[in-house]
């Protein structure tokens, strides 16, 4: 099980989270329209974590069907797929407050696997940071530990009789909230230092005005919406 998870799963993560299609500011302003950043923020948590509980007890159902041998590979492809829908939150978070990562899709998508290897947000400036620093061998190494801790901190998840549905639900549940807690709070303390980096500009507020998120059109550049990760 060591192994799978820090060889394979790792691998399969890197590959996947540069493929996941991100909605912009501005897509996801018509999904939910007339809310404010925070507003989204929350709806976007609320639908991570219904998909991770979904991901842990679907893994838990798994455990009660007699393929014994199966099991290890039910457990990698579940963190594996809870992991995905947290990396689509996190970029997504960055686009509701304004804070888009530098760099083309491939470089923003290094940053936010780095920023789930770490559980933080990362405040880095240029593409060129956010790519090494994936590849770096302490980030790759940090994220076959956390591929490890979270993949045995799912064994329960095998108890039978349905049991492990609902513990893969719990575990899963918890970590995708507290992750987003994280995140946002990071997210909004840059905001509060001005450091909006391309999708749109916290401008300065009177007091007892409503913050306010503005869309940079010219700092989006070209093509399609909702963006992939090529």
Not at 41 to 67: F, I, N, Q, S, W
Not at 133 to 150: A, D, N, T, Y
Not at 168 to 196: E, F, P, V, Y
Not at 211 to 224: E, H, I, M
Request: glycine share 10%; with cysteine; charged share 25%.
């Amino acid at each position: 099980m060591r192994g799978l998870a820090s060889t394979s799963v790792a691998d399969q993560l890197i590959d996947v989270v540069s493929r996941i299609a991100v909605r912009d500011l501005a897509t996801l302003r018509r999904y939910f329209p007339a809310l404010s950043p925070d507003e989204i923020a929350d709806k976007l948590v609320v639908g991570a974590v219904r998909a991770t509980e979904a991901v842990g007890a679907g893994v838990g159902t798994a455990a009660a069907l007699p393929t014994p041998p199966a099991m290890p590979a039910e457990l990698a492809a579940g963190v594996l797929g809870a992991a995905t829908v947290e990396c689509k939150l996190i970029a997504e978070l960055h686009e509701v407050y304004g804070l888009r990562a530098p760099g083309n899709v491939r470089q923003r998508a290094a940053l936010y696997l780095a920023e789930w290897t770490e559980g933080r947000g990362l405040n880095v400036t240029k593409p060129a940071s956010a790519v090494s620093l994936m590849l770096s061998l302490r980030v790759r190494k940090e994220l076959r530990r956390r591929l490890i801790g979270l993949t045995v901190r799912r064994i329960p998840t095998l108890t039978p009789f349905m049991v492990g549905a609902a513990i893969g639900a719990s575990l899963n549940r918890h970590d995708t909230t507290k992750l987003a807690r994280r995140i946002r709070t990071d997210l909004r303390a840059r905001q509060g230092m001005g450091g909006a980096t391309g999708t749109g500009v916290c401008h300065r507020r009177r007091p007892g005005e409503p913050r306010r998120l503005t869309v940079d059109a010219s700092a989006q550049g070209p093509g399609p919406s909702p963006s992939r990760w090529p």
